[in-house]
């Protein structure tokens, strides 16, 4: 697999695909609204990503950048396949991946610098954002979306989007470069392959889900109406996890009956504990499922 995301024109994304997937991907691009990809590192590294679009029978453009605007390189390509191995060549940062394309620089002009923060209002985004990093669940757009808001008060806001993604790609950054020195598995993945177990089996298992208990338990109904049941924890609990204080999961059956219900927590609870997590419920299918994450370590995707 290539450590890279591929989003298409509609709006469709591929995470981790292989080199053969990721030639498909090319292959299939040239009519109406599939005309490009857009290829970025796992975890992100904003600024830094190669795309390519194509049109009917005309060229396929490929450009890549690798910072800011001044490092933003186009080529044209003659070939799909090319393609492929020159976004392949990218994800695996193989020696010499650019060589023999005919790169051009696009000129473009270098961003409007971004006005400092006052000092108080730095501290207070900076910490909130760390703790956002730390949940695990964001990405820098919908971070920087998230922190151009989250200190308003009274409709105003002391930070403007520039600001806002300024912050949010500098901690971003930083937190990437500090998951790159974990090491084993941590409680964040046990909970990851749990989940996936509890997908494949005909469960909806949803993570970070909606805001709180209240609103997901009026959404997980919409879900998906082929599954037996569900099971899920909304971003108060991923804040909750995040800062040490445990885990809280919710379940239930879509038949509304308790004996569903608490059929769904007995196999929810297994799940967990077959992953290596320990699980904090008596059985009671009135009670949520409480699951102590000391070593959350989740890591960003974006």
């Given at each position: 697999m290539l450590e890279i995301k591929v989003k298409t024109e509609g709006a469709e994304t591929y995470t981790r695909p292989t080199a053969d997937e990721l030639t498909d991907?090319?292959?299939?691009?040239?009519?109406?609204?599939?005309?490009?990809?857009?290829v970025q590192r796992v975890p992100d590294r904003p600024g830094?990503?190669?795309?390519v679009w194509h049109e009917g029978d005309g060229p396929y453009e490929l450009e890549y950048r690798e910072g800011g605007p001044a490092d933003h390189y186009r080529a044209e390509v003659p070939t799909p396949e090319r393609v492929a191995e020159v976004m392949a060549g990218w994800a695996r940062q193989d020696?010499?991946?650019?060589?023999?394309?005919g790169w051009e620089s696009l000129g473009l002009?270098?961003?409007?610098?971004?006005?400092a923060l006052e000092p108080g209002v730095l501290g207070r985004l900076e910490e909130a954002v760390r703790s956002e990093l730390r949940g695990g669940f964001g990405t820098?757009?919908?971070?920087?979306?998230?922190a151009a808001d989250c200190l308003t008060r009274d409709g105003v806001s002391p930070v403007t989007p520039e600001q806002a993604r300024a912050v949010v790609e500098r901690l971003w950054l930083e937190r990437v470069e500090e998951q790159e020195s974990w090491t084993g598995v941590s409680d964040a993945d046990r909970l990851e392959n749990a989940f996936a177990v509890l997908g494949a089996a005909g469960l909806t298992a949803r993570q970070n889900f909606t805001c709180c208990r209240s609103c997901g338990m009026d959404e997980v109904w919409a879900q998906d109406e082929s599954a037996r049941g569900f099971v899920f924890f909304p971003s108060q609990s991923t804040a909750s996890a995040a800062s040490g204080r445990g885990l809280t999961l919710y379940y239930g059956g879509f038949d509304d009956s308790e004996e569903t219900t608490a059929a769904t927590g007995h196999e929810v609870a297994a799940a967990l504990r077959e992953a290596g997590l320990d699980v904090e419920w008596d059985g009671d299918p009135s009670k949520a499922i409480d699951v102590p994450v000391p070593d959350w370590r989740k890591r960003l995707v974006g």
């Amino acid at each position: 697999m290539l450590e890279i995301k591929v989003k298409t024109e509609g709006a469709e994304t591929y995470t981790r695909p292989t080199a053969d997937e990721l030639t498909d991907l090319v292959l299939g691009i040239g009519g109406r609204k599939n005309r490009f990809l857009v290829v970025q590192r796992v975890p992100d590294r904003p600024g830094r990503f190669v795309q390519v679009w194509h049109e009917g029978d005309g060229p396929y453009e490929l450009e890549y950048r690798e910072g800011g605007p001044a490092d933003h390189y186009r080529a044209e390509v003659p070939t799909p396949e090319r393609v492929a191995e020159v976004m392949a060549g990218w994800a695996r940062q193989d020696e010499g991946w650019d060589a023999g394309t005919g790169w051009e620089s696009l000129g473009l002009p270098g961003p409007e610098p971004v006005p400092a923060l006052e000092p108080g209002v730095l501290g207070r985004l900076e910490e909130a954002v760390r703790s956002e990093l730390r949940g695990g669940f964001g990405t820098v757009e919908t971070l920087t979306e998230w922190a151009a808001d989250c200190l308003t008060r009274d409709g105003v806001s002391p930070v403007t989007p520039e600001q806002a993604r300024a912050v949010v790609e500098r901690l971003w950054l930083e937190r990437v470069e500090e998951q790159e020195s974990w090491t084993g598995v941590s409680d964040a993945d046990r909970l990851e392959n749990a989940f996936a177990v509890l997908g494949a089996a005909g469960l909806t298992a949803r993570q970070n889900f909606t805001c709180c208990r209240s609103c997901g338990m009026d959404e997980v109904w919409a879900q998906d109406e082929s599954a037996r049941g569900f099971v899920f924890f909304p971003s108060q609990s991923t804040a909750s996890a995040a800062s040490g204080r445990g885990l809280t999961l919710y379940y239930g059956g879509f038949d509304d009956s308790e004996e569903t219900t608490a059929a769904t927590g007995h196999e929810v609870a297994a799940a967990l504990r077959e992953a290596g997590l320990d699980v904090e419920w008596d059985g009671d299918p009135s009670k949520a499922i409480d699951v102590p994450v000391p070593d959350w370590r989740k890591r960003l995707v974006g």
